[in-house]
């Protein structure tokens, strides 16, 4: 599938804007839709941002087919991304679009825009962060994608029931909502199975920044020896936990842990220098989250439950080779 780079929305706002194209079979009365669907998105180098875009690539192409269009937008970095998502929302607004897809990371900053959007009566899909309580908020169509909490608890409860009672969440994202709510379920994860937790904020300028984010684990892992488990909320953030780790040669006695996947994760938890991973289907929010946006704005459908989960599912060393296969194809 070839992207065309739309510098006109680049100039409007520091953001990557990719045109999707696809093709597909469908009547020529469908043709006649001509909507304009933008979904907004992580920055371009994020991994798990990829294959979430990939997910909507694959549903474009249903829409380029029937005469539609789909523009990916997203920020160059996330220091400012609650604003920064704001403005590309009404980027979006300004350039016609007539369904917006939009992760809800920070709502006090985004669903003024979301709202401007709803009161012109452009259907927004929340999905990935924000959950059902920024549909309520904004009067949003749906939200899709996992439940941040419960992913947590999830989490929590599996390390506690796995030898991890005191664990570290590395959270390179304050203030955004679905880290706050990960961090959150893991540490009430753990509380409800005889555990405990803390979160080791960082400055959201070290995300993706391994030497800043390894050098603050390491720190915080010999500051308490009590630690027994590292979770992160990003494959990034693992690879350099993981190398904190060993750096303070804590390896067989600190459990590592991470939301979403990578080779690297899959590879460690094959290896047993990682005891699990927590999947939400990247690839099937973009596909689900683009497809329901083009749906409702095409023909007036959605789905008949709200929200559709995506998530969560625990990824370890009982099905770790098959969850392999599906990274290999791009599609979790």
Known sequence: MKFTRTAKLASLLAVSALSLAGAGVVSSAQAAGGEKVYVIGGMPSDPFWSVVKSGAEAAANAVEAAGGTVTWLGP????????????????????????????DWVPAAENPAIKRAVAKKIPVVIY???????????????YIGSDEGVAGKA????????????????????????????????IAGEKANGGKGKQLPLPASSFGNPTAVSNAVKAALLKDKTITGVVTLGVQDADSSAAAIAAAGL?????????????????RISAGTQLFAIDQQPWL???????????????????????????PAIVDKSNVALVKTGVAGGVR
Request: aromatic share 8%; glycine share 14%.
């Open 76 to 103: 160059q970095n996330y220091d400012n991304l609650g604003p920064d998502a704001g403005k590309l929302v009404d980027t979006a607004v300004s350039n016609g679009a007539t369904a917006i897809v939009i992760a």
């Open 128 to 142: 990935n962060a924000g959950g059902v309580a920024q549909v309520k908020a904004t009067g949003a169509l749906t």
């Open 155 to 186: 989490g929590g409860a599996y390390f506690a029931t796995h030898g991890a009672k005191n664990v570290l969440c590395v959270n390179t994202g304050p203030g955004n909502a679905n880290y706050e709510s990960r961090c959150g379920g893991i």
């Open 251 to 267: 390896t067989k006695k600190v459990k590592l842990a991470t939301f979403d996947m990578s080779t690297n994760t899959l590879n």
């Open 285 to 311: 929010q973009g596909y689900l989250a683009t497809s329901v946006a083009w749906q409702y704005a095409q023909y007036g459908i959605k789905p008949a439950t709200s929200p559709v989960l995506t998530g």
